[in-house]
């Protein structure tokens, strides 16, 4: 590697509940559920289970296929009243259960085609409960940092899409 | 290649100035000189700079050879915004569900628990 150093940890607008922090090019999120590991385990592979929780609010999840095992693919698709449907799919890389596993997180964007990368997923015992951390994997810090740029900062989103209706109007 | 637009878009972005110059144009058109003005930098670095905005498709600018406003495209944009976006909120959100989903199965273990209790407490021994 080119560099030493190690990469700093910044804040990328934590919540009370979950903290997110971007190191290098990985883009980290940790919560902390009140719940055994071996259920948490269950909630995050289990077919039956998924739809009861994953997607944004608002959002009905449809579990296509899902092969828990390395070298199993997985394809979610993602129904909203105000949209089209989305598809989420990619593969498993690594499963150790219950402690962790690791996929590749995809899904198609208007125009560049696939978009995403891998993902890991640790999930550790905090005395009775069970500590997820996410980390996706985006490259390199600086398409992290553009990406942080557009939509992670203060809201950037929505002053981009402020940026785009004005413009629209012309 | 087309897969590859999206790491243009990031590449153009992972910089300070060129965020700030679309910043400005964020309020309308602008010449080269204009965008110039505000930075310590001479002509030829902020031409650099346009060019890689320009080919990542974020501006684009006019024709006439003397006055050539530079202007923003903000649909490349767009792509970025939503994906980091959507990436950030999803997991935001779905961590959320996970939660209650779990607390949830939680409370219903205990009340199962709880019956199966009172259950053996009418049954004789």
Known sequence: METTMAPTRIDRGSTDTTTIYSEGGDLVFERTFDAPRERVWEAMTDPELVPRWWGQHGTTTTVVEMDVRPGGTWRYVSSAPDREDVAFFGEYLEVTPPTGFKWTFMFDVDGAGPQGGPETFILEEVGGRTKVTSIGHMGSPEILEGALATGMVGGAIETWDRLEALLAEG | ?125
């Open chain 2, 1 to 125: 290649m087309e897969a590859d637009r999206l790491s243009v878009t990031f590449a153009a972005l992972a910089d300070p100035t060129r965020r700030a110059i679309l910043a400005r144009l964020a309020h309308g058109e602008a010449t080269v000189n204009e965008l110039a003005a505000p930075f310590d930098m001479s002509l030829p670095g902020i031409s650099k700079h346009l060019k890689v905005l320009h080919r990542a498709g974020l501006i684009e600018q006019g024709r006439q050879a003397q006055w050539r406003p530079c202007r923003l495209q903000p649909k490349p944009l767009r792509g970025v915004a939503d994906w980091v976006g959507q990436y950030r909120r999803h997991w935001e959100e779905s961590f959320e569900r996970l939660d209650s989903y779990l607390r949830e199965l939680q409370d219903s273990k205990e009340q199962i628990n709880g019956d199966d209790d009172g259950t053996d407490a009418n049954r004789p021994r």
